[in-house]
């Protein structure tokens, strides 16, 4: 069956490569779609596309380990650093995320899902993860990406 993944994906190799991140950016509501709810197959390649793709179009999942080391040394203040967590709808909640901080000039903020929550929510890191970088990716987000859980 073909699906967008192969239109963004060469899947011939050991193991995929991108081969169009235009097609990521296009589709990426479809993609994260089955990121979540396709079948295992399409789920680790939908994961992939999203995870390849983000960085070159300037969403990096980061550590934010080194701002708060900055911060502790007082190199960098004057702002908060919220830790939300988006438990429900995590992809429409992260892409409101992604436009309240772009349009308040706001980059560090932490995109939690805590893992008493993965157990109620069925959520784990993997699926997290990827939809939080589609998010960023709908929304033109560019940036350091932290997501905790």
Same mark, same amino acid.
């Given at each position: !069956?073909?699906?967008?993944?192969?239109?963004?994906?060469?899947?011939?190799?050991?193991?995929?490569?991108?081969?169009?991140?235009?097609?990521?950016?296009?589709? @990426?509501?479809?993609?994260?779609?089955? #990121?979540?709810?396709?079948?295992? #197959?399409?789920? &680790?390649? +939908?994961?992939?596309? @999203?995870?390849?793709?983000? %960085?070159?179009?300037?969403?990096?999942?980061? =550590?934010?380990?080194?701002?708060? !080391?900055?911060?502790?040394?007082?190199?960098? =203040?004057?702002?908060?650093? %919220?830790?939300?967590?988006?438990?429900? !709808? +995590?992809?429409?909640? =992260?892409? $409101?995320?992604?436009? $309240?901080?772009? =349009?308040?000039? $706001?980059? #560090?903020?932490?995109?939690?899902?805590?893992?008493?929550?993965?157990?109620?929510?069925?959520?784990?890191? &993997?699926e997290i993860a990827a939809v939080v970088l $589609?998010? #960023?990716? +709908?929304?033109?987000?560019?940036?350091?990406?932290?997501?905790?859980?």
């Open positions: !069956m073909k699906t967008v993944l192969s239109d963004c994906l060469n899947t011939a190799g050991a193991r995929p490569s991108l081969k169009d991140v235009g097609v990521v950016k296009a589709n @990426i509501t479809e993609i994260v779609r089955l #990121a979540v709810f396709g079948d295992p #197959a399409e789920q &680790a390649l +939908a994961r992939y596309a @999203i995870h390849a793709a983000a %960085p070159e179009l300037g969403a990096v999942s980061s =550590s934010i380990q080194g701002l708060y !080391m900055a911060r502790g040394r007082g190199e960098v =203040s004057g702002f908060t650093v %919220p830790a939300v967590n988006i438990r429900g !709808m +995590a992809y429409d909640m =992260s892409r $409101a995320l992604f436009r $309240a901080m772009q =349009s308040t000039n $706001a980059w #560090a903020t932490v995109f939690e899902l805590a893992r008493s929550e993965m157990g109620y929510t069925h959520q784990q890191p &993997a $589609a998010a #960023a990716i +709908a929304e033109g987000y560019q940036g350091p990406v932290f997501i905790q859980g």
